[in-house]
Nanobody, 126 residues
């Protein structure tokens, strides 16, 4: 298991930016695909972005493509989510997650992620 702790959430006006950070503990971080998910009140948890173990491949949901960017620093056991041009509909609790299997390259279903952080609230005002 990997322990994950997110930070960087907050309140921002529409059009603004935030950078979420997630620090991971455990020696397997550099072999794990990492993801960001979010959950708005009354809605199911949805995929936002993922990055493979080496950082060579990233994937972003259509709803955030061109606005959000996932990245990682394996030397620091960190994964980031840079969020620009935020919209009120981006308001949600954002979760960092680690894939269950090393070297995962699947469909990024949340069922394939076994370790989750506690979440960080992002609120975008109009």
């Amino acid at each position: 298991q990997v322990q994950l702790v997110e930070s960087g959430g907050g309140l921002v006006q529409a059009g603004g930016s935030l950078r979420l950070s997630c620090v991971a503990s455990g020696r397997t971080f550099s072999r794990l695909t990492m993801g960001w998910f979010r959950q708005a009140p009354g809605k199911e948890r949805e995929f936002v972005a993922a990055i493979r173990w080496s950082g060579s491949f990233t994937y972003h949901a259509d709803s955030v493509k061109g606005r959000f960017t996932i990245s990682r620093d394996n030397a620091k056991n960190m994964v980031y989510l840079q969020m620009n041009s935020l919209k009120p509909e981006d308001t949600a609790v954002y979760y960092c997650a680690a894939a269950k299997q090393e070297y995962y390259s699947g469909t990024y279903s949340h069922d394939d992620f076994g370790s989750w952080g506690q979440g960080t609230q992002v609120t975008v005002s109009s």
